[in-house]
């Protein structure tokens, strides 16, 4: 298996809405990321975990949580989240360095 | 500071042409250098990468790259662009210390039939 899978691919919730956001690999790979991706814009990192733990915290708000039950899963918790939080939100992976990333389709989120 | 330049804004190319997609690179040590594929709503796809050895690598669908460690590039290249070569192609520097990728600002392909 050398996909990234993420679920739901489209996301509509309201400002006051919980939902989560779902990320599987099963590469094996040590290192899983979530990037946003405004359009017609490059991804911006969010969150770095290594070996499940949480390495990176690019200033995120804390309506977005991240949590990664295992090796194989990671999830981005939201919570009442802004208009401007629309974007695509993607997940990626990778095992080493030089071996760059390996990215899901995406989930597609709105925010109303 | 780190970071990638990639001048062209968007490209328009005739099918059966050649393609060079301009990528400039700003970073201390030695990079690690991607170039990724998005097709219009989804996620990104490696094409090929750099961290040493050849200077010339090769990647899939018929692309290769040419590092220039004196120009600070890594320019991605293809004989003859396939309509389907249409997309946004990504130029990325991954920073040894954290693992972490810098992006440059993207540069949108389109293929004329």
């Known amino acids: 298996d050398t996909e990234v899978t993420q679920t739901p691919k489209h996301l509509v919730m309201g400002m006051t809405n919980k939902k989560s956001l779902k990320c599987e690999q099963h590469?094996?790979?040590?290192?899983m990321y979530w990037y946003k991706q405004k359009a017609k814009k490059p991804p911006e990192l969010m969150f770095v975990?290594?070996?499940?733990?949480?390495?990176i915290n690019e200033s995120v708000p804390s309506r977005f949580s991240p949590e990664c039950p295992n090796s194989s899963l990671l999830n981005l918790h939201l919570h009442a989240l802004q208009p401007e939080d629309s974007a695509l939100y993607l997940c990626?992976?990778?095992?080493?360095?030089?071996?760059?990333?390996?990215f899901g389709s995406g989930t597609r989120l709105t925010v109303v | 500071a780190q970071s990638v330049t990639q001048p062209d804004i968007h490209i328009t190319v005739s099918e059966g042409a050649s393609l060079e997609l301009r990528c400039n690179y700003s970073?201390?040590?030695?990079?690690?250098l991607f170039w990724y594929v998005q097709s219009p709503g989804q996620g990104l796809q490696l094409l090929l990468k750099?961290?040493?050895?050849?200077?010339l690598v090769q990647g899939i669908k018929g692309f290769e790259a040419e590092f220039k460690r004196s120009q600070s590039s890594f320019n991605l290249r293809k004989p003859s662009v396939h309509w389907s070569d249409a997309a946004e192609y990504f130029c990325?520097?991954?920073?040894?210390?954290?693992?972490?990728?810098?992006f440059g600002q993207g540069t949108t392909l389109q293929v004329k039939p």
């Open positions: 970073y201390g040590a030695t990079p690690y």
């Open positions: 990325a520097v991954g920073l040894s210390n954290t693992g972490k990728l810098i």
């Open positions: 990626a992976s990778s095992q080493g360095q030089g071996d760059g990333y390996t």
């Open positions: 975990y290594s070996y499940e733990k949480l390495s």
């Open positions: 590469m094996g790979h040590r290192a």
């Open positions: 750099y961290f040493s050895g050849d200077t």
